[in-house]
């Protein structure tokens, strides 16, 4: 009987932890472009910047990709020890449920959006979607520093600024750095999120009323910023592997793809739009 029992705990656990993520797999860890590299996985994306007075990490993802991020921070000849700065693209928890052990094995200090604070803190009960969904809860994590919409974060003669890209949670950042590589000077940026996710209600939001007013002034944000290296959250939003793949081969570098920046916004504003349509026409109906 008792053997029963932890069977049924262990599988409410599994089916608790694995709702929006089938299993990470490692991704060999790699440089990008000046002082910025890749230290996520297959999917979940996760960038190391690394200065003369320490590194800045961006993601923590899943607690269980924490070892990940790690072995692929040390395999990169750095020290998992020098990570002075963490942040994150949103506060859901593929993005954000590592934060806590990342706090507990580095000297990081964790730096947040405002509008996710209390979504960080709360572990992600406070979510205006998913806030009843335990599935979607991680641990939570007690934020150094506050950010604000443009506000910078500074390191060792690199700045990254923060634009606040609401819609997919209340304190979605997009972040931009400027890297130099090969004597070339490139905007980098790290688009946070524009997804719709599936459920979420455009219309008639009690728990977030002005969600499609923050979708368009992100869309109004993103294509005003330039980018020359698309990167984002999720490594599907620029192909990763398939730019992985052409890394060495060509004379330039696959991951300057400004063309690429702009047809992921294109395609994410028309998914928007035409989701905001039909919740529309269903209410009139």
Known sequence: MKKLVCMFFVLLFVS?????????HPFPPFH?????????????????????KGNILINSNLAIDVPMIKASVEKLGFKWSDTKIL??????????????LIKQQTPAKYMVMDSDVALV????KTDFHYANDPSMFFS?????KVLHDGDQVKLGGTVL???LTPGHTKGCTTWTMQVNDHGKPYQVVIVGS???????K???????PHIAKDYQHAFKVVKALHGDIFLGAHAMYFDLNKKYQLLGQTRSNPFVDPAGYKRHIAQKEHEFTNELQRQKHHIEQ
């Open 202 to 208: 455009l219309v008639d939001n009690k728990t977030y």
């Open 140 to 144: 939570s994590t007690k934020v150094d």
């Open 161 to 163: 600024t923060a634009h």
């Open 87 to 100: 942040l994150i693209s949103h506060a859901h928890f593929d993005h954000a449920a590592g934060s806590q």
């Open 16 to 24: 608790q932890t694995s709702f929006a993520y089938p299993k990470q």
């Open 32 to 52: 990008i472009a000046g002082n910025l590299y890749y230290v996520g996985a297959d999917d979940l994306a996760s960038y190391l910047v690394v200065t003369p």
């Open 121 to 124: 803190e709360s572990g992600g």
């Open 194 to 200: 524009l997804n719709v996710n599936p459920g979420y």
